[in-house]
């Protein structure tokens, strides 16, 4: 097993939840044009995108299509039971000190001091 592949046990609840295709979606390229035109585009009160062409809105739908998740039938809800502490150390390779925790969140400070962050690199 590598870290692209679920654990074989998770395969099975994941195929009959019909979440499967879905763990395949990694590696996103962030077009931040993109990004920023759609923002500048966006009319909140309505949830739609202006374009010169005409009006657009992103559906649930459009989503199911895009993620091959299917919108249909029963909910699934799932209760967190993981560590704040053990997912943050996961996710960052790091212990973050207590008093840089505040609920569900983590100093910037903090993690510029400790990665390093560029500027430069952010905009």
């Excluded at 994941?14 to 500048?40: D, N």
């Excluded at 967190?80 to 973050?96: F, P, R, W």
């Amino acid at each position: 097993m590598t870290n692209e592949e679920p654990h074989q046990r998770m395969v099975i609840y994941l195929s009959q939840s019909r979440l499967y295709g879905a763990t395949f979606l990694r590696g996103f390229k962030v077009m931040s044009a993109l990004i920023l035109t759609l923002i500048e585009r966006l009319r909140p009160e309505t949830h739609t995108f202006h374009f010169p062409c005409s009006e657009v809105t992103i559906t649930l739908e459009d989503v199911a299509h895009q993620l091959g998740v299917l919108i249909n039938g029963m909910t699934l809800v799932l209760r967190n039971t993981y560590s704040q502490d053990v997912v943050i150390s996961n996710l960052l390779g790091k212990e973050a000190p207590t008093d840089v925790i505040d609920g569900l969140r983590i100093r910037m400070t903090w993690l510029k001091r400790e990665f390093r962050v560029d500027e430069q690199l952010m905009e």
